[in-house]
């Protein structure tokens, strides 16, 4: 018979074929394979010791060395073959004085349960001595007895290291007094502080995974741009101050945060992998805006001291007005006019005369196209037609600041409101401070913002106040002299 016949199945062999000698159809390459798994098992648990990153060794029930990986290699110098088969550490790997006292604590794992914790000093090969944490625990055969010890052990400084990262870690993420997100690869939360949660204005669990877009109405474009930065290129070399709009119930609330940012890779990875950014942040939105406001204080007092020392110079007092209304636009309005009361011989509202109607008639103006000086407007002396409850008209009847803006910000909107109150077509703000000099009235001046700025607020009305004062007094000085 051939021997592709003989190794048919037996429905292939003929009534008076026997069938294969050993009489158990499978115990050909089946057996084989049985054979292998042993082989292939203990290669296999060869590769995970020695691909741990923590070193191990292990004893059988008399103490003789029957693992070694690579990483307690590399700590201690002695290889694989060096240390198995040898009867505990004692002359090589400790010093004698040591040896009774590190193998009565390692071999007592097999009698206690779970692991154990213990740091004491191995020998290197080339003599030094490493001061080592470790963790052993028995390990017991098929019948359930200890059939030996493990340990797993760790240079003690890399322990305090890992331990140092961990305990940090959680610090920061539950009691750190800045805000500290976790952001994953998508630009989405992972993991929120107590802190951001609470400067986010939502609980730490429902603002995972969201879009940053959910939880900011304004800087998510810049915050965004950051964090792809870092993820690409790396950490900023300083914190970056990022203006945001924070969605909360009570509305939006605007809010500087000072951030930074650090990349996350994974150090398992042979390539550095980005598991994220990590952002941290401070609220100093008071600081901030105190910063802010110190130094408009500051540039505003340099102006009027410039605009003193320059009108101070004029010999005409009305030039010397349109000097005081020039320097006062900088960085603070876009226009200004300057009106007159008209009627009374001397330009004044008295006490006697404040019943009677208001007629003002334009003194000075800035061009309303291209920028240039302010420009006096002659003698003609024609009354501005200023309808009833116009801002200037009210100013003068308060002698106080008044404060006027757009209800509807559409262009068409604007043009319309403007060109009624006898503006420039593009304002949208208007501040009026009363000009007084000596216990009278002597006007108005009108200070006009285009779409371009915010509203006027309190410290831009002191401002214009002091502005007025000076206007008034050379206004005066102008109608003596006249």
């Known amino acids: 018979m051939s021997a592709s016949r003989r190794r048919g199945t037996t429905d292939e062999l003929g009534p008076d074929e026997p069938e294969p000698s050993g009489g158990d159809p499978g115990t050909g390459d089946e057996a084989t394979v049985e054979a292998d798994e042993p082989e292939r098992g203990s290669d296999l648990l060869a590769a995970l010791l020695d691909g741990m990153d923590a070193a191990l060794c292990a004893f059988d029930a008399d103490g003789v060395v029957t693992h070694w990986n690579r990483e307690a290699e590399r700590i201690l110098g002695w290889t694989a073959a060096e240390a198995v088969g040898r009867h505990g550490f004692a002359g090589w790997a400790v010093r004698t004085a040591d040896a009774e006292e590190v193998e009565g604590r390692l071999m007592s794992a097999m009698r206690a349960p779970g692991r154990q914790v213990h740091e004491f000093a191995l020998l290197t090969k080339d003599g030094g001595r490493v001061l080592v944490r470790t963790q052993s625990a028995a390990v017991r055969g098929s019948d359930g007895r200890p059939a030996g010890v493990y340990c797993a052990f760790s240079e003690v400084h890399t322990q ?31 993991v929120v502080n107590a802190h951001a949660a609470r400067a986010l204005g939502i609980g730490r669990t429902a603002v995972l995974g969201r879009p940053l877009g959910e939880l900011l109405s304004q800087g998510v474009e810049e915050l965004e741009s950051a964090l792809t930065h870092v993820l690409a290129e790396g950490a900023p070399p300083a914190p970056a101050e990022i203006w945001v709009g924070v969605r909360t119930t009570e509305g939006e609330k605007r809010r500087c945060w000072r951030s930074g940012f650090l990349r996350l890779a994974s150090p398992l990875a042979e390539e550095p992998v980005p598991l994220g950014v990590g952002w941290l942040f401070q609220d100093i939105t008071e600081a901030k805006l105190s910063e802010q406001e110190a130094a408009l204080l500051r540039f505003r007092a340099n102006q009027l001291h410039r605009a003193a020392r320059a009108a101070a110079e004029c010999e005409d007092p009305a030039e010397a007005a349109t000097v005081h209304l020039d320097f006062s636009l900088a960085g603070f309005a876009d226009h200004a006019i300057v009106d007159r009361l008209a009627g009374d011989p001397a330009g004044s509202r008295t006490g006697t005369a404040a019943d009677a109607p208001v007629r003002l008639v334009r003194a000075a103006a800035t061009p309303s196209g291209a920028p240039g000086p302010s420009q006096l407007t002659g003698h003609a002396g024609l009354p501005v037609r200023y309808a009833k409850g116009h801002p200037a008209l009210q100013c003068v009847e308060r002698a106080g600041s008044v404060r006027a803006s757009a209800d509807d910000t559409s262009p ?66 102008a109608g003596l002299v006249e």
């Open 412 to 477: 068409e909107a604007t043009r319309t409101w403007a060109t009624a109150r006898q503006w420039p077509t593009d304002t949208v703000h208007a501040l009026c401070a009363v000009l007084r000099s000596r216990g009278r009235t002597l006007g108005v001046v009108t200070f006009l913002r285009g779409p371009g700025r915010t509203q006027f607020e309190r410290p831009d009305a002191t401002y214009a106040e002091d502005v007025a004062v000076r206007i008034a007094a050379a206004l005066d000085l």
């Open 160 to 190: 305090i290291d890992l331990e140092r990262s961990i305990a940090l870690s959680e610090a920061l993420f539950e009691d750190a007094s800045w805000g500290v997100v976790l952001v994953d690869a998508d630009l989405r939360p992972a």
